[in-house]
């Protein structure tokens, strides 16, 4: 017989219609249910409820007096009446003094109080009340505006203290700004301690200005003013930045062709919620910088200057489509027979979609005829995924990070999550608050340390050691999982063994890490039930950066944490298309889905699909290719979407290889300090101007869809492959984006079971197998790809330059929350770049006395390399001897001084690593900025 209870559900009544719902269920979710309208003000479905603004109340049999919807729960037996006389008097009573205090310029234009894509509730309420003229006098009181953020103006009069603002600020971003201040009249909502919001600690998220149902939080128009009366598209499609993949919805002026406005879409990844970049970095689509027709080089700009030129768009002359794809096409064809196919590479983009660059890897492999194909991600996870594949066989994260709500302890370190990865930030904030361990590791302390249990700053460059000391103290403790170990993985003492010698004793010593906090921190990773690691290019950007990775495995598996719910391993991802571009074989390594270009069937299967010979050796890593550049060995190169100018280490020595290469192709959506030294430029497509599927840091694949046609002659970068591969000789053609897809999908099983009808607004993770298979979210339930997960033990090693008496601090690098790697985009989108103008170094206070430097002063940064002229910031956040600089910024670049030392493994540079010297120098803007 059955021991399972039932819960028993309540019969309840709503307007005459009876109902049965779960105990705990509120009226106003009941009616919702039944499709019964109720309206409310304060309340929204992703916030708590509070019921202050009584909008909501209903009648309920035999109750003294009317009750708040949203708060009152369902019992047995009710019967609840939503539209009777009461409860229509006071809903008409409540809109009329409200609207009384509102302001008279909003009343104006009510359809959506002269703000694009923004309901304002109230309005609405009142027309559907008829209300036009209340009877009741307005407060005699202005509270006033505040229009000192980038992004989003504050009417203070039209304010209803209906807090949605504040719980999205607190209980959704978790940021915590806004309060209330005042008292009667003067009663209106603070940002910190009464400060103009943009003067506060405001992140500029957007989040309040969602959640307000009137029109006193509204967006500043970036693009058009849009007239009220303009009809608005609605484009679902995602947002182009970061690997979180956030889904948005763009809304479009289409008789101007612009993006006017971008809302947050609920999917499975963001539930609505965006960041700076996504809600208001939008507008560089529409940049009158971006290039819109072919540029040829002039013969009068050879050779090519490798300090580049004052006015580079002089160098270049307007060409048609057919000239500079000829060109291209030629020009490879015949480097390809004088010097072979080895003298030719390509590095795709983690910008551009997975059908973008299936295209291009495959132009580069069959057309080129070669492997030397790479992009960014060498530059973020190369190391995190060659251990990844080592140790489990598999590159991708083992849990998405939502997870993070489900687990017992997060451990987060080598990433500035709240400013690389906001919004899985908000998750893991809000986790922290609801009783989940969090545990923050980083030379630099990030903002996420504001809300964890431990924060522990170790010396730069010291993961491996305090990795090994954890793990120390887990096996010394007994907090292993003895049983995972024994089924599920292997090599088990070569890692016990090797950890002997991290007593917590040496590991201070190591890592500056009080003996006591090695300890705490083993204790509360070790004994948690379920636990999850994060981590970013803190991690992995160093030459130790794939030992530091398998540290982090060791750790999983020692303690079980990998193939359940919250658990697991989950390496954030850079950009937003980072994990597509590899899936897609944008890596010298594999083809699609992995499969090795060294394994014979593999290069048997490729051939026979794509009808030529393939060669059968891996190809060169984006630095190793910049390197065969100076040697002579590589002499031209399709650049699509990547700015190496900017983002590779040691940028003097990548000027002296972009100057050199006999020919150079780039595709671009502006001329970036890559394209400066292009023999051809093709105008590529923005984001928004094409449709194609990105794979976000859980591995979901996810549709974009176009939403405004592009400028001036630029072509979609997939039509732009296949145009010069059929000026190349080989055909490659395709009616859309989905043929391309559903090419990629008969060559990988993993994503067998996806389809563009599937995709739809929700995306799907791989592995998917079958085509009604939901996609495995939680990898590695049962076995690991390789069978059994194995222990790779790693020795701590010093970083490749360490500080001496000449260059006496450690740099380390990395991004702001406003900007997106080398700052394409982002510097071009206006909110974004008012709010973060210029690179800012980071320097202790105790530091900068001792430099006789003050804040906001001008200092030389530099290292073996080069410097750079830059202003310092007093910060608490870098250790005492480290400093912190950003790399969008071109004219303060910091990878003119980092080093190009490299990973063995994951061949990823030690960009978290070089050794440098802080300079005072006079604060005279005249004085000619250092180059290097
Ligand atoms: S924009 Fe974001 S951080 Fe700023 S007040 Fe609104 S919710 Fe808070
Ligand atoms: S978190 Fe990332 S994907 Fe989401 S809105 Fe911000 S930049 Fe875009």
Redesign the pocket.
Known sequence: MSTATVTPMCSITIDGHPLQVPPGTTLYDAAQAAGIAIPVLCHAPNLQPVAVCRMCVVEVEGARVLQAACIRQAEDGMVVHTQSDKVQRSRAMLTELLMSDYPQQAKATPSHNGHVGKRDMLLELAQQQGITTPRFPSRPFDNGHDLSSHVIQVDHNACILCDRCIRACDDVQSNEVIGRGGKGYTARIVFDNDKPMGESTCVSCGECMAACPTGALTDKPLTLPVLPSTPLQQVDS?????????S?TYSVDTSTNTIVQVAGRDSPV?HG???????YGFDYAHHQERLTVPLIRKPEYYPKAVEGLEQPLQAFRQATWDEALDLAAQRFLAIKRQDGSQALAGFGSAKCSNEDNYLFQKLIRAVFGTNNVDHCTRLCHASSVAALLDQIGGGSVSNPFSDCLETEAIFIIGSNTTHN????ATFMKQAAKAKTTLIVADPRRPEIADHADYYVRFNPGTDVAFLNGLMYVILQEGLYDAQFVEERTEDFDRLRDAVQAYTPRVVSRLTGVPEQLIIDVARAYGRAERAMIFWGMGISQHTTGTDNARCLINLALLTGNIGRPGTGLHPLRGQ?NVQGASDVGLIPMVYTGYQSVDDAAVQQKFEQAWGVDLDPKPGLTVVEIMNEVLLGNIKAMYMMGENPFLSDPNINKVKKCLAAMDFLVVQDIFLTETAEYADVILPGTSFPEKTGTYTNTDSRVQLARKAVEPPGQVRVDWHIIADLARRMGYPMSYNSEEQIWQEIVALTPVFRGITYARLQHQGLPWPCLEPDHPGVAIRFTDEFPRGKGKFVPAEYAPAKELPDDAYPFVLNTGRVLQH?HTGTMTRRARALDAIAPEALLEITAEDMAELGIASGEFVRLRSRRGEVRVKAISSPKPARGSVFLPFHFKEAAANLLTIDALDPYGKIPEFKFCAVRVEKISSDPAVPQATG
């Open positions: 995602l947002c182009p930045y970061c690997g979180v993949g956030c948005i963001n919620r965006l960041c700076v970049k996504g809600r990865h906001p919004v899985a937003n997106w």
